[in-house]
């Protein structure tokens, strides 16, 4: 069974940093692109970052604009696990983080596609 487990969340204060791991069992992370979701209150899911394996046997991976240049996604295919690494975090990447799995193709930061989540995890920014 196709499970995905997130941990690493907690609370940080802003300029702060956190590691977001996504521990996957059940598949071989070889052939699915992963990403990271986000939904804080009131507001909609959005797409954070996520990682792919190309046909060229490289990563592909992608950021939101709001991310970008702070958040780094990566992946240990022997470990089964893709981290988020979370640099100068703000009061505004208040949310839960979740990881989803979507089998082959590049990733993309909508949610379509992706049919595996985990439970996700909270993240808070606050002095």
């Known amino acids: 069974q196709l499970q995905l487990a997130e941990s690493g969340g907690g609370s940080v204060q802003p300029g702060g940093s956190l590691k977001l791991s996504c521990a996957t069992s059940g598949f071989s992370l070889h052939y699915y692109a992963i990403a990271w979701f986000r939904q804080a209150p009131g507001k909609e899911r959005e797409g954070v970052s996520c990682?792919?394996?190309?046909?060229?046997?490289?990563?592909?991976?992608s950021y939101a604009d709001s991310v970008k240049g702070r958040f780094t996604i990566s992946r240990n295919n022997a470990q089964d696990t893709v981290y988020l690494q979370m640099s100068r975090m703000k009061a505004e990447d208040t949310a839960v983080y979740y990881c989803?799995?979507?089998?082959?193709?590049?990733?993309?930061?909508?949610?379509?596609?992706?049919?595996?989540w985990g439970q996700g995890t909270q993240v808070t920014v606050s002095s």
């Open positions: 990682i792919s394996r190309t046909a060229a046997s490289t990563y592909y991976d």
């Open positions: 989803a799995a979507k089998r082959g193709g590049l990733c993309g930061l909508g949610s379509v596609g992706y049919n595996y």
